[in-house]
């Protein structure tokens, strides 16, 4: 008998190492495949327009600053000041590396609290289902920032928990979780969300463990002036340029306080505003969805996110983060932990909900927390004691096998199509060069080189329809959020009003401009009469010079 036994016991435990070690080889496949995807230069939209885009501004000028018609020069950028320094160097592909080294950071994470939970195989199936998620293999190939932040609020959260287990007798834990909070503050304003929820918590958690209301109101006061303080500089600029300490959101309400006697009416009208151009009235207008598709965006954007598309998302999740959650609370063990967990993604998801665009990676905080849990919901169904005269074991076994292999061949599937369509080889074969790649990626690039190797050094370009992605360009440059059709308006205007657009142009401060002409031409047809455009075209060809155009980008100088 206890042959038999050990028998078992040995052939459970060879079992189990072979699980981990295909567990272990698929993620380093998945690894394999994200380094040579992080190996080729930047072509990511926000990459392009932001996160590299100000460190390289920085470089230019010399210098930290504000640029007033760029909005997210004031956003909070300790990943941004990490970037730059690779940037000083002329490289650009490091930077990529940084952002997949906080994915894979992210994924390490989750693999220590489940091992230290319920065992290794466990934690590395949470690492697995992390790091093979749609939106994390997008984002840990880019130079990103969202990863980041989510690393810093995934060291946050479970420190917490850390620092609770030990029955609030690990300082090192409150401080950790203090400082982690901090860094994410400092690094994306959507950590706003997770850091009012965990100041809330700190507090609320020790008063009903322990019974001390005074002390628990005493470490969230530490814990929030802790967080505050790595994230200070950033809010203190913003202060002190604009009198909003995180402009530009919520700028109205700033600016209304400074002039209290409007302030009322400015909530007033905020709250109109809200209500006739809210989430409901905008995803109606612009995309025909009614009231329940609207409520059920939570639920569907686990199912129906895609890539470059605003109605999905922008943005790819997997099924399997959310099929397993209810089964995590059987458990009583996990209880507490699966609660706050499930607290925290509700919380925040309905936060960023209201309060901004519909974006996959805005709730990517929540993601580590729902592989959590969706590992204690697989590891609970196959742990249940079910009646033995009914073959329930079998099929939840079953059931849990399939669609965890079935969500990952999804997965595996997207990574497939997303290495085809980067198609990095050629690259980092040497097949191509630096300027064949990016040709092949961006339609506009062949316009910015003809900039870069033409244009006199102190040329300022005006990008018109441009998607504000300047990041390539070694001239200085201006944009604005509503991609220049408010300089188109103004252009039409003078045209029309004084025949010339030479006195228009005078009152600028930049020599040239890049255009994308079709949408330039559409933009025209849609707001303009024929007698206008006609104007316009008389005025814009006498008083600029056309020097370069490919790909349906146009280069124009100011004569």
Same mark, same amino acid.
């Not at 994306?188 to 020790?206: E, G």
């Not at 530490?222 to 300490?245: E, Q, R």
């Not at 400074?258 to 207008?285: C, E, M, P, V, W």
């Not at 959310?322 to 699966?338: G, H, P, T």
């Given at each position: 008998m206890n042959d038999k036994f050990n028998f078992l016991d040995s052939s459970e435990i060879s079992k189990n190492r072979i699980i981990k070690i295909l567990l272990f080889t698929a993620i380093v496949c998945f690894l394999i495949f994200l380094i040579l995807l992080s190996s080729v230069p930047p072509t990511a939209r926000d990459a392009l327009i932001h996160h590299l885009a100000l460190p390289k501004l920085w470089l230019m000028q010399g210098k930290f600053l504000h640029i007033p018609w760029a909005e997210f020069s004031y956003y909070p950028m300790n990943i941004e000041l990490l970037y730059s320094i690779p940037l000083y160097f002329h490289n650009d592909i490091i930077p990529s590396y940084i952002h997949l080294l906080f994915g894979c950071c992210t994924g390490l994470l989750i693999?220590?609290?489940?091992?230290?939970?319920?065992?290794?195989?466990? /934690?590395?199936?949470?690492?697995?289902?992390?790091?093979?998620?749609?939106?994390? $293999?997008?984002?840990?190939?880019? @130079?990103?920032?969202?990863? /980041?932040?989510?690393?810093?609020?995934?060291?946050?959260?479970?420190?917490?928990?850390?620092?609770?287990?030990?029955?609030?007798?690990?300082?090192?834990?409150?401080?950790?979780?203090?400082?982690?909070?901090?860094? #994410?503050?400092?690094?994306?304003?959507? @950590?706003?969300?997770?850091?009012?929820?965990?100041?809330?918590?700190?507090?609320?958690?020790?008063?009903?463990?322990?019974?001390?209301?005074?002390?628990?109101?005493?470490?969230?006061?530490?814990?929030?002036?802790?967080?505050?303080?790595? #994230?200070?500089?950033?809010?203190?600029?913003?202060?002190?340029?604009?009198?909003?300490?995180?402009?530009?959101?919520?700028?109205?309400?700033?600016?209304?306080?400074?002039?209290?006697?409007?302030?009322?009416?400015?909530?007033?009208?905020?709250?109109?505003?809200?209500?006739?151009?809210?989430?409901?009235?905008?995803?109606?207008?612009?995309? /025909?969805?009614?009231?329940?598709?609207?409520?059920? $965006?939570?639920?569907?954007?686990?199912?129906?996110?895609?890539?470059?598309?605003?109605?999905?998302?922008?943005?790819?999740?997997?099924?399997?983060?959310?099929?397993?959650?209810?089964?995590?609370?059987?458990?009583?063990?996990?209880?507490?932990? @699966?609660?706050?967990?499930? $607290?925290? @993604?509700?919380?925040?998801?309905?936060?960023?909900?209201?309060?901004?665009?519909?974006?996959?990676?805005?709730i990517l905080p929540v993601v580590p927390f729902l592989v959590i849990m969706c590992v204690y919901g697989m590891r609970n169904l196959l742990s249940l004691e079910w009646n033995r005269s009914f073959p329930l074991q079998h099929i939840s076994k079953i059931t849990v096998y399939s669609v965890l292999i079935l969500c990952l061949a999804m997965n595996a599937i997207y990574l497939k199509n997303y290495f085809k369509s980067v198609d990095p080889m050629p690259y980092i074969l040497n097949h191509e060069t630096r300027d064949q790649y990016l040709s092949r990626h961006l339609g506009n690039y062949q316009s910015i080189k003809y900039v870069n190797d033409n244009l006199s050094d102190d040329s300022c370009v005006r990008f018109i329809f441009m998607g504000r992605r300047g990041y390539y360009l070694d001239r200085p440059y201006i944009h604005d959020r509503n991609f220049g059709m408010s300089v188109i308006d103004e252009m039409v205007k003078a045209s029309v009003d004084g025949n010339s657009l030479k006195g228009y142009f005078k009152r600028q401060n930049y020599s040239h401009l890049m255009i994308r002409m079709d949408l330039f031409e559409q933009y025209l047809m849609n707001n303009f009469s024929e007698l206008q455009i006609s104007k316009f075209a008389r005025s814009f060809n006498n008083d600029t010079f056309l020097l370069y155009e490919a790909n349906g980008y146009a280069v124009y100088k100011i004569e």
């Open positions: 693999y220590l609290h489940l091992r230290v939970k319920i065992g290794e195989l466990w /934690g590395l199936l949470g690492g697995l289902i992390f790091i093979s998620t749609p939106i994390i $293999i997008r984002l840990t190939t880019t @130079a990103y920032i969202d990863l /980041g932040m989510t690393f810093f609020l995934t060291g946050s959260l479970l420190a917490f928990i850390k620092w609770r287990e030990t029955q609030f007798k690990g300082g090192k834990w409150f401080y950790c979780s203090s400082l982690c909070m901090g860094l #994410a503050l400092g690094s994306k304003y959507n @950590a706003l969300i997770a850091f009012f929820f965990l100041t809330m918590i700190v507090a609320f958690i020790y008063a009903r463990d322990t019974g001390r209301q005074w002390k628990a109101l005493k470490y969230g006061i530490i814990f929030c002036a802790i967080s505050l303080l790595f #994230a200070l500089p950033w809010y203190m600029m913003n202060y002190v340029t604009t009198g909003n300490p995180i402009y530009p959101l919520f700028d109205g309400l700033f600016r209304a306080y400074d002039n209290a006697s409007d302030f009322k009416g400015q909530i007033l009208n905020s709250i109109r505003d809200n209500a006739t151009h809210g989430l409901f009235q905008t995803r109606f207008l612009n995309y /025909g969805e009614g009231f329940w598709e609207t409520v059920l $965006i939570p639920l569907r954007i686990f199912f129906q996110g895609r890539d470059n598309s605003p109605q999905y998302f922008d943005g790819v999740l997997n099924p399997i983060l959310i099929v397993f959650l209810l089964f995590s609370f059987i458990n009583q063990q996990f209880r507490k932990e @699966a609660v706050l967990f499930s $607290i925290f @993604a509700g919380f925040f998801i309905i936060v960023a909900f209201f309060t901004e665009a519909i974006r996959t990676r805005y």
